[in-house]
């Protein structure tokens, strides 16, 4: 009898071991990871060259990952873009050529449809300082870490249809701009009011979105755009932001990227910003986990 009653124990323990378990591995399999883990090399050298030219050699290092969960009506995505390269050029020295951090999250529950109620936040900015002339330290430095450093806090709207186009749309969206650095810290430098003040708070419309094309078997376009309008003060004074990834596949571990961005911030530089980068070299692809939908013809880390 005692036997039996521990048998009956034993199997009513896994049983509920077993129901425990079910919902988190189902939890697990509802996550999708995509990544990209790229080191981009350019070099040039040169010996009595009569056209003449300077020896250099460039790097840039970079992760891009996008972490989602789907399942039922919750979808929750989040995304961590780390980027940071140089170029080292004889007689000049070293000069930066990529620094950037930004990392956001968004989740949404289904109202209809294709569209969720959503509420996310971001950080961008950068690991380093920047200087007037490149990465000059003997210039006047014009960046740093958290200087400035973006933070979005809001709430609105995410129309998602497929795996290929995102848009979010936050018409209550808390923006804030941070100096961290002390050298930076004066009156009008990133809309700064006083000397001193180490942030800048702001409250408006934020849009984003992202678009996925492939363009050929081995050849993908990513597209990122985003626009906030400040309520509190000149909402007329849009921040726009426009970025894209060409990224060409050789095989499965070489690839060429090219990027590009462009932005207008009244309160940085009123002229319009561009940066545009080509590398060829090694890039990782990871994918892992549940399709994000059965409309994943075109994702763009394959």
């Not at 001193?196 to 419309?205: E, I, P, T």
Request: charged share 20%; hydrophobic share 35%.
């Amino acid at each position: 009898m005692k036997k039996l009653l521990g048998f009956a124990v034993l199997f009513c323990g896994m049983a509920a071991a077993q129901e425990v378990q079910e919902p988190v591995q189902d939890s697990l399999k509802s996550w999708s990871v995509e990544g990209q883990h790229t080191l981009m090399l350019n070099q040039a050298a040169f010996s009595n060259w009569v056209g003449g030219g300077a020896n250099n050699i460039g790097w840039i290092a970079g992760v891009n990952y996008n972490l989602t969960y789907e399942q039922d009506k919750d979808l929750w995505e989040n995304i961590v873009i780390l980027g940071y390269g140089q170029n080292d050029t004889k007689g000049i020295g070293s000069r930066k050529t990529q620094d950037v951090i930004n990392l956001s999250t968004n989740y949404g529950r289904k109202i209809v449809d294709n569209w969720y109620a959503s509420a996310g936040a971001s950080l961008l900015t950068q690991f380093g300082p920047g200087y007037e002339d490149g990465n000059n330290p003997e210039a006047a430095k014009i960046s740093n870490f958290m200087a400035p450093g973006y933070v979005n806090l809001g709430v609105g709207f995410t129309y998602r249809p497929n795996d290929n186009f995102t848009m979010t749309l936050r018409p209550a969206n808390a923006r804030w701009t941070f100096v961290l650095d002390d050298d930076l810290q004066y009156a009008g430098n990133y809309g700064l009011k006083n000397d001193g003040d180490s942030s800048l708070f702001q409250f408006g419309f934020l849009g984003t979105a992202q678009y996925k094309v492939q363009l050929m078997e081995n050849i993908s376009l990513v597209n990122t755009a985003s626009v906030f309008s400040n309520y509190l003060e000149h909402p007329e004074r849009l921040v726009l932001s426009y970025g894209g990834v060409l990224n060409m596949k050789i095989n499965k571990y070489i690839s060429s990227v090219v990027t590009v961005d462009l932005v207008y911030d009244h309160n940085q530089i009123q002229k319009t910003q561009l940066k545009q980068t080509l590398g060829v070299g090694f890039a990782y692809n990871l994918e892992n986990g549940k399709k994000r939908s059965e409309n994943k013809d075109h994702q763009s880390w394959k």
